[in-house]
Structures are given as C-alpha cells and as structure tokens.
C-alpha cells in the first residue's frame, strides 16, 4: 500500500469503475422494467438525448455498453446502430482524455524508469493496434477500465480510436441483434444470451478476443526478446 501511495488516485479511479458498473445498472434495470411503456413512446429527438447521455455515462462505467446496445436493438431495432457507434466512439475519446488527465504521467515515467518494464511499454505500443482491436472486440473486458490503461500506455490517440471502431462493431452488432429478438425487456435484461445463435456468437468473440490477445503478446516479446525491432 505504501508503494501504491503516489498513484492513489489512479488506483482509486480504476476501483471506482469497475463498481459503478454493477451498482448503476442495477438501478437502470429497475427503471428501464418499470418505464417501459413510456420509453416505447420516445421520438427521435429523446433518443438523440439518450444517445448523447450514454457517450458520457459509457465513459465512466455509469451504464455498460453491452447493457445501452441491448436497450437501443430492443426499442429501435437496428436503425440504433448507427448512433450507438458514433456513442461509443465519443465515450472513448472521453474516457481516454478523462483517464489521462486522472492518471497522469506518473505510473507511465516510473515503469519507464525501469529496463525491464520500459520494454514492456514499448513491447505493447508496438503491437497496439492489433492489442487495441483484440481488447474491444471482447465482450466481457470492462470498456472504461481499458479505456484507463490504454490512456495509462499513452497509445497513439487516432490508433486508439480507429482500432476501437474496428473492435467493437462486432460485438455491438451482435447485441443490438440480441435486443432485436427479445420478446420483452425482462428477457432481454435477465437473459441477454438466450438464443443458441447469439450464445454462439459471444462465445466465439470471447475465445478469439482471448486467444488472439495472447498470441500477439506472445509474438511480441518474443520478437523482443531476439532483438528484432517491433512494428
């Protein structure tokens, strides 16, 4: 904990994420089950505003992205797709600029400071597209938690994006499928994955996102480890 001290609020920031994610949604579950008539009768003009909300509350673990793709396949169908993309984008490029400015240079100049963790560093931003699309594709990575770490690697902000789109839109697409084919929003919410199709499609996602995550990390600190400059 004493060697933790200078990075608190990092640390702090990474714990306050990874709980409001299971905290808020809960809340939102209860107020999406019991609203439900009155959110069928939005217009475009509520949903642009829910659509600009979620760019903020996706940024900051308020509301999960897979729990916003799901509300908006289930009230829009896929015409959601479309801003549920550019919401995304628009939550990364702020919790990327948030996170840097939370977490600072600090960490990154210690593990600089470091041989061995420097090469690291510099194992993983050189591989960071390839990382970047592999984390996101994953379905079950926390989005704002990548979001710190990315920013804590100080990877390249147009990369960072670009790798992100690429990343999500299968998994987006998927969920917004998924809440397309609920009957009602307590199926939908208490079991997202119900269709054989979709359970399969999650599946396949997680193993390739995994799988995929370890043999880039594989190649390239093995290629640094020969000497061979990374790409």
Request: charged share 15%; no cysteine.
């Amino acid at each position: 904990m004493k060697n933790l001290h200078p990075y608190r609020a990092s640390v702090l920031y990474l714990a306050l994420l990874g709980g409001l994610a299971l905290t808020v949604s809960s809340g939102l579950t209860y107020l999406v089950y019991r609203y439900e008539p009155t959110i069928l009768g939005f217009g475009w003009p509520h949903w642009a505003l829910f659509f600009v909300v979620v760019s903020f509350t996706m940024a900051f673990a308020l509301t999960p992205t897979t729990f916003t793709a799901l509300l908006g396949g289930y009230f829009l169908g896929w015409a959601s797709l479309p801003p549920m993309v550019v919401a995304y984008l628009a939550a990364a490029y702020i919790g990327y600029r948030v996170a840097g400015r939370v977490v600072g240079d600090r960490l990154l100049d210690t593990l600089l400071d470091n041989p061995k963790a420097r090469n690291a560093v510099e194992n993983l931003r050189s591989g960071q597209t390839k990382v970047i699309v592999l984390a996101r594709l994953s379905p079950v990575l926390p989005f704002a938690v990548m979001n710190v770490v990315l920013a804590m690697l100080k990877v390249d902000l147009k990369k960072y994006l670009g790798a992100s789109l690429v990343g999500m839109l299968p998994r987006t697409a998927l969920t917004v499928f998924a809440g397309t084919q609920a009957r009602n929003i307590r199926q939908l919410l208490e079991n997202p994955d119900g269709n054989s199709f979709i359970r399969t499609g999650l599946i396949v996602l997680t193993v390739a996102s995994v799988g995929g995550l370890v043999y880039v990390f594989t190649r390239i600190f093995t290629r640094r480890a020969a000497g061979s400059p990374g790409r």
